[in-house]
């Protein structure tokens, strides 16, 4: 089955730094992944879609300055967060669909980040 | 306005028991809704899907409904194990994007 690799798992960083996290399609090529934001005991939140071979689409609210996306190949997309803040700790997952044969937007997600800032 | 909603206290019942969960919807026409898995620090894993036209779906010991009238479906997980102790995400696509409920954390106890 469709396999999404998401390095690194858990980060802590000082304030004021930027940390990359990559999101990478291992057995199927993924023109577009999407980027959720998960709080705990909260449900995870669509932050952006990365599409390969254009910009990035980010939902009202996001900062796509803050939260830089690139979708650099048909494997792989990255999430920058630049300049952290300690309001940027969160769990960061990616995810790639997959339409099959049902046509529905069926997500196969990373193992997630875990982000800690300082 | 729009809302997806899943009953935010955990459900704790014992091994060997029926879990049954619940996805209420609002403001949404979904074609068809989806059930994710979640293990804590760990990204969520696709269950099932069940379309608009089809009342119930069958995977192993799961079984989802859905009734478009209610805007609500259900989750059940028979014969139930420790190891289903789990976080349970219902989803609905809107415009091409898919919006997760809140979640119900399911403990089962030996």
């Known amino acids: 089955g469709a396999v999404v690799s998401q390095h690194p798992s858990r980060v802590i960083c000082k304030s004021g730094t930027s940390v990359k996290i990559e999101c990478r399609s291992l057995?199927?090529?993924?023109?577009?992944m999407f980027w959720y934001r998960q709080f705990p005991k909260q449900s995870l939140m669509l932050m952006a879609t990365s599409n390969e071979g254009s910009k990035a689409t980010y939902e009202q609210g996001v900062e796509k300055d803050k939260f830089l996306i690139n979708h650099a190949s048909l494997t792989l997309s990255t999430l920058t967060v630049t300049s952290a803040h300690p309001e940027d700790s969160s769990f960061y997952i990616c995810?790639?669909?997959?339409?099959?044969?049902?046509?529905?937007?069926?997500?196969?997600f990373g193992a997630g980040s875990r982000l800690t800032v300082l | 306005s729009q809302k997806i909603e899943q009953n935010s206290e955990a459900l704790n019942i014992q091994e060997g028991k029926t879990a049954t969960l619940t996805c209420n919807y609002t403001?949404?026409?979904?074609?068809?809704l989806q059930w994710y898995r979640q293990d804590p620090g760990r990204g969520p894993v696709f269950l099932l899907l069940i379309r608009e036209n089809e009342k119930e779906k069958r995977k192993e010991r799961l079984k989802v409904t859905f009734d478009t009238t209610l805007k609500q479906s259900l989750f059940h997980i028979t014969a139930s194990q420790p190891a289903d102790s789990a976080t349970y995400l219902c989803a609905l696509e809107a415009f091409q994007k898919l919006v997760f409920g809140t979640g119900t954390r399911l403990l089962v106890s030996p």
């Open positions: 995810s790639a669909p997959n339409r099959g044969n049902s046509g529905a937007n069926v997500l196969t």
């Open positions: 057995d199927f090529q993924a023109t577009t």
């Open positions: 403001n949404y026409s979904p074609a068809y």
